[in-house]
């Protein structure tokens, strides 16, 4: 079935095995993405917004690992 941003969320939070994975796979996402525009860019900071972020503020040290992980050795 099709649900909203907010009840995916929802769901994740509340253990849902679908809604998890979905927002498991962002977060790695965009962890991955981070790190591509760190190692291409040559930077250390990286600042992201937008409503739709609400979420990384739960889950922020796993878009941190996920950095890490695709980083570029300096």
């Excluded at 962890?31 to 040559?42: C, Y």
């Excluded at 878009?63 to 300096?74: Q, Y």
Aim: proline fraction near 3%; hydrophobic fraction near 50%; charge should be negative.
């Amino acid at each position: 079935r099709t649900v909203e941003y907010a009840e995916l969320l929802t769901l994740a939070r509340s253990g849902e095995p679908n809604a998890a994975a979905v927002v498991d796979r962002a977060v790695r996402s965009l962890g991955f993405l981070a790190s591509l525009v760190a190692n291409l860019g040559l930077v250390d900071t990286i600042v992201l917004g937008g409503e739709g972020l609400a979420w990384v503020r739960e889950r922020i040290d796993d878009v941190k690992e996920a950095l890490v992980d695709n980083r570029d050795p300096a």
